[in-house]
Protein backbone atom coordinates (compact mmCIF):
# COMPACT_ATOMS: atom_id res chain seq x y z
CA UNK A 1 0.00 0.00 0.00
CA UNK A 2 0.89 3.64 -0.43
CA UNK A 3 -0.11 6.51 1.45
CA UNK A 4 0.15 10.16 -0.24
CA UNK A 5 -0.55 13.34 1.64
CA UNK A 6 -0.45 16.81 -0.11
CA UNK A 7 0.26 19.96 1.32
CA UNK A 8 1.06 23.77 0.48
CA UNK A 9 -2.25 25.14 -0.68
CA UNK A 10 -3.96 28.44 0.16
CA UNK A 11 -5.60 30.97 -0.67
CA UNK A 12 -3.44 33.82 -3.27
CA UNK A 13 -4.59 36.58 -4.94
CA UNK A 14 -3.78 35.94 -8.82
CA UNK A 15 -0.50 36.57 -9.83
CA UNK A 16 0.91 35.15 -7.00
CA UNK A 17 2.26 31.71 -6.45
CA UNK A 18 2.05 28.50 -4.16
CA UNK A 19 4.22 25.50 -3.84
CA UNK A 20 2.24 22.10 -3.64
CA UNK A 21 3.85 19.10 -1.87
CA UNK A 22 3.33 15.62 -1.99
CA UNK A 23 5.01 12.90 0.37
CA UNK A 24 4.69 9.43 -0.54
CA UNK A 25 4.97 6.89 2.50
CA UNK A 26 4.35 3.23 2.52
CA UNK A 27 5.80 0.76 -0.43
CA UNK A 28 7.33 3.79 -2.04
CA UNK A 29 9.56 1.31 -4.32
CA UNK A 30 6.80 0.09 -5.71
CA UNK A 31 6.16 4.07 -7.03
CA UNK A 32 6.87 4.60 -11.06
CA UNK A 33 5.20 7.46 -11.68
CA UNK A 34 3.13 10.90 -9.88
CA UNK A 35 1.17 12.64 -10.94
CA UNK A 36 -0.85 15.65 -9.75
CA UNK A 37 -4.64 16.22 -10.84
CA UNK A 38 -6.75 18.80 -9.46
CA UNK A 39 -10.60 19.11 -9.16
CA UNK A 40 -12.91 22.57 -9.40
CA UNK A 41 -16.37 22.64 -8.24
CA UNK A 42 -18.64 21.23 -10.37
CA UNK A 43 -16.15 19.90 -13.27
CA UNK A 44 -14.46 16.57 -13.96
CA UNK A 45 -10.63 15.93 -12.15
CA UNK A 46 -8.11 16.84 -14.97
CA UNK A 47 -4.32 16.17 -15.03
CA UNK A 48 -1.84 18.67 -14.66
CA UNK A 49 1.82 17.25 -14.65
CA UNK A 50 3.38 14.47 -13.92
CA UNK A 51 7.20 12.83 -13.23
CA UNK A 52 8.48 9.41 -13.31
CA UNK A 53 9.22 8.61 -9.21
CA UNK A 54 12.84 8.96 -8.20
CA UNK A 55 13.48 9.66 -12.00
CA UNK A 56 14.26 6.20 -12.59
CA UNK A 57 17.18 5.90 -14.93
CA UNK A 58 17.47 9.53 -14.46
CA UNK A 59 15.11 9.54 -17.03
CA UNK A 60 11.92 12.34 -15.43
CA UNK A 61 9.90 12.03 -18.19
CA UNK A 62 7.49 15.35 -17.16
CA UNK A 63 4.41 16.09 -18.89
CA UNK A 64 2.27 18.86 -18.32
CA UNK A 65 -1.15 19.95 -19.30
CA UNK A 66 -1.64 22.71 -21.77
CA UNK A 67 -2.83 25.43 -19.39
CA UNK A 68 0.15 24.42 -16.34
CA UNK A 69 3.15 24.92 -19.15
CA UNK A 70 5.00 28.08 -18.35
CA UNK A 71 3.50 28.61 -15.32
CA UNK A 72 3.74 25.39 -13.29
CA UNK A 73 7.09 23.14 -12.46
CA UNK A 74 6.92 19.79 -10.98
CA UNK A 75 9.94 18.23 -9.15
CA UNK A 76 11.59 15.59 -7.07
CA UNK A 77 13.46 15.63 -4.22
CA UNK A 78 14.93 12.37 -3.57
CA UNK A 79 16.40 13.16 -0.58
CA UNK A 80 13.07 14.17 0.79
CA UNK A 81 11.06 11.94 -1.03
CA UNK A 82 8.59 14.22 -2.13
CA UNK A 83 7.24 16.07 -5.49
CA UNK A 84 6.47 19.41 -5.77
CA UNK A 85 4.18 21.11 -7.75
CA UNK A 86 5.62 25.23 -8.19
CA UNK A 87 2.85 27.15 -9.46
CA UNK A 88 3.15 30.94 -10.67
CA UNK A 89 1.18 33.12 -12.06
CA UNK A 90 -1.91 31.60 -10.98
CA UNK A 91 -5.53 32.57 -12.12
CA UNK A 92 -8.62 32.63 -10.58
CA UNK A 93 -9.14 29.94 -12.71
CA UNK A 94 -6.28 27.25 -10.89
CA UNK A 95 -8.85 27.13 -8.06
CA UNK A 96 -9.61 23.73 -7.04
CA UNK A 97 -8.67 20.91 -4.75
CA UNK A 98 -5.18 19.56 -6.32
CA UNK A 99 -4.53 15.94 -5.79
CA UNK A 100 -1.01 14.00 -6.41
CA UNK A 101 -1.70 10.62 -6.97
CA UNK A 102 0.89 7.72 -7.65
CA UNK A 103 1.06 4.25 -10.00
CA UNK A 104 2.65 1.56 -9.02
CA UNK A 105 4.38 -1.38 -10.43
CA UNK A 106 2.12 -3.91 -11.62
CA UNK A 107 -0.78 -2.01 -12.06
CA UNK A 108 -1.69 0.92 -15.20
CA UNK A 109 -4.08 3.00 -13.02
CA UNK A 110 -3.12 5.35 -10.45
CA UNK A 111 -5.04 3.96 -7.49
CA UNK A 112 -3.66 6.17 -4.98
CA UNK A 113 -4.55 9.77 -3.85
CA UNK A 114 -3.59 11.63 -1.44
CA UNK A 115 -6.84 13.64 0.56
CA UNK A 116 -6.09 16.41 -1.84
CA UNK A 117 -5.20 20.50 -1.06
CA UNK A 118 -7.53 23.63 -1.50
CA UNK A 119 -5.65 26.17 -3.80
CA UNK A 120 -7.97 29.35 -3.96
CA UNK A 121 -6.55 32.25 -6.33
CA UNK A 122 -9.01 35.52 -5.75
CA UNK A 123 -8.88 38.29 -8.59
Known amino acids: QVQLVESGGGLVQAGGSLRLSCLPSGRTSSIERVNWFRQAPGKEREFVAG????????????VYANFAKGRFTISEDNAKNTVYLQMNSLKPDDTAVYYCAARVSGESSYNYYGQGTQVTVSS
Open 51 to 62: INWSGTMKVYNI
